[in-house]
Nanobody
Framework: QVQLVESGGGSVQAGDSLSLSCTIS???????LGWFRQAPGKEREFVAA????????AYADSVKGRFTISRDNAKNTVYLQMNSLKPEDTAVYYC?????????????????WGQGTQVTVSS
């Protein structure tokens, strides 16, 4: 049984930083590990992705230069370091695994999802 469990969300001020973690169990390999977010009334959108092998990364334009995705395969954990947070970053953040496609930005390809963690940024 595959499980993804996010942690690290919270409420911060604009300009602050937060680090999210996602611990994965029951999965020995996945082409992509990704972070998505969903704000109230909006569709779930791609944030960042990283390959299981090789540390290749991809980012949404809205977070490029502010967010960093990384992973530690020994700990089965993927991270999202978020700096210079803005109110528009407020959302529920989800980690996900796509077994088939490298650096996928398409949420429909991600088969496994965590339960989400809330990030709230106030101005």
């Amino acid at each position: 049984q595959v499980q993804l469990v996010e942690s690290g969300g919270g409420s911060v001020q604009a300009g602050d930083s937060l680090s999210l973690s996602c611990t994965i169990s029951g999965l020995t390999f996945s082409s992509s590990l990704g972070w998505f977010r969903q704000a109230p009334g909006k569709e779930r959108e791609f944030v960042a992705a990283i390959t299981w092998i090789g540390h290749r990364t991809a980012y949404a334009d809205s977070v490029k230069g502010r967010f960093t995705i990384s992973r530690d395969n020994a700990k089965n954990t993927v991270y999202l370091q978020m700096n210079s947070l803005k109110p528009e970053d407020t959302a529920v953040y989800y980690c996900a695994a796509d077994p088939d496609t490298l650096l996928s930005m398409d949420r429909t390809g991600y088969d496994y999802w965590g339960q989400g963690t809330q990030v709230t940024v106030s101005s």
